[in-house]
T-cell receptor
Framework: DQQVKQNSPSLSVQEGRISILNCDYTNSMFDYFLWYKKYPAEGPTFLISISSIKDKNEDGRFTVFLNKSAKHLSLHIVPSQPGDSAVYFCAATLGTDKLIFGTGTRLQVFP | AAGVIQSPRHLIKEKRETATLKCYPIPRHDTVYWYQQGPGQDPQFLISFYEKMQSDKGSIPDRFSAQQFSDYHSELNMSSLELGDSALYFC???????????FGPGTRLTVL
């Protein structure tokens, strides 16, 4: 049973445009959400996170939005750069506990 | 800044052999997590340790065991290896009172 879902396996965006990666979850008890970026042959790199008591968190080009009523979060990257091309995983956690990952979205940013 | 270190980066074993994966957390982090990522899959939680005690357990086979030592490094021991154990194994570390986990580069285990 996949508690965290990323329904788009891939996304292609032109450089300079906005990339929007989506994530849905089923467990309303999740209280913290994170986004990780992963290059091939490397471990996931932490990007940005958001607590369930917030609806937005911003860090430079990255913004995460949380809609608790819809059990949906999204990661906005603007402007997108070729170096952003990677697999993006959203993850959720219950307290300070194990991370439950989504299936990942492969982002490709082309010139 | 120091990151999570994992060794070896690559490991090739045959069926029924044993393997030991090592993880060195970020200094002062008190919690270590192990995850397994199969081909085309998302990382799945295996086990975690807080202050050298097992704190949580996920879908870890009985053939696997792990521990955290006094210097906070952790080892994942895998016995009677099966073809299906071929995967990337990630270690992550963090603080017990923080939700953010920082991942190592992973160990790619191939079982032939």
């Amino acid at each position: 049973d996949q508690q965290v879902k990323q329904n788009s396996p891939s996304l292609s965006v032109q450089e300079g445009r906005i990339s929007i990666l989506n994530c849905d979850y089923t467990n309303s008890m999740f209280d913290y959400f994170l986004w990780y970026k992963k290059y091939p042959a490397e471990g996931p790199t932490f990007l940005i996170s958001i607590s369930s008591i917030k609806d937005k968190n911003e860090d430079g080009r990255f913004t995460v939005f949380l809609n608790k009523s819809a059990k949906h979060l999204s990661l906005h990257i603007v402007p997108s750069q070729p170096g952003d091309s990677a697999v993006y995983f959203c993850a959720a956690t219950l307290g300070t506990d194990k991370l439950i990952f989504g299936t990942g979205t492969r982002l490709q940013v082309f010139p | 800044a120091a990151g999570v270190i994992q060794s070896p980066r690559h490991l090739i074993k045959e069926k029924r052999e044993t393997a030991t994966l090592k993880c060195y957390p970020i200094p002062r982090h008190d919690t270590v997590y192990w995850y397994q990522q199969g081909p085309g899959q998302d990382p799945q939680f295996l086990i975690s340790f807080y202050e050298k005690m097992q704190s949580d357990k996920g879908s870890i086979p009985d053939r696997f065991s792990a521990q955290q030592f006094s210097d906070y490094h952790s080892e994942l021991n895998m016995s009677s290896l099966e073809l299906g154990d071929s995967a990337l194994y990630f270690c992550a570390s963090g603080f017990q009172n923080s939700d953010t986990q920082y991942f190592g580069p992973g160990t790619r285990l191939t079982v032939l």
